[in-house]
Nanobody
Framework: QVQLVESGGGLVQPGGSLRLSCAAN????????MAWFRQAPGKEREVVAH????????YYGDSVKGRFAISRDNAKNTVSLQMNSLKPEDTAVYYC????????????????WGQGTQVTVSS
């Protein structure tokens, strides 16, 4: 089992950047594929980005392609999300998630979740 703790959220102006981090405990972090999801008020939770165990392959939701980048450091048990060119519609609670198996990029495919961190994009 893995426990996840996000950090780095906050208030940023449109067009700005923000970097989220997720720290995982445990000695087998490299056994987990990692992802970032987000959920805005009144909307379903959606995948933002996913990175495979080795960090070599990534997946991005259509709305963030070209603006966001996911990365992981298996030596430090961390996964990060660099968010650039932020828009008001990026405002949401961002969650770090993990899984050991394979599946789609739906919330139910990830058994492990952090508590979330708020990102607000507003002038």
């Amino acid at each position: 089992q893995v426990q996840l703790v996000e950090s780095g959220g906050g208030l940023v102006q449109p067009g700005g950047s923000l970097r989220l981090s997720c720290a995982a405990n445990g000695r087998t972090f490299s056994n987990y594929a990692m992802a970032w999801f987000r959920q805005a008020p009144g909307k379903e939770r959606e995948v933002v980005a996913h990175v495979m165990r080795s960090g070599g392959r990534t997946y991005y939701g259509d709305s963030v392609k070209g603006r966001f980048a996911i990365s992981r450091d298996n030596a430090k048990n961390t996964v990060s999300l660099q968010m650039n060119s932020l828009k008001p519609e990026d405002t949401a609670v961002y969650y770090c998630a993990a899984r050991q198996g394979y599946g789609d990029f739906a919330p139910h495919d990830y058994p492990y979740w952090g508590q979330g961190t708020q990102v607000t994009v507003s002038s």
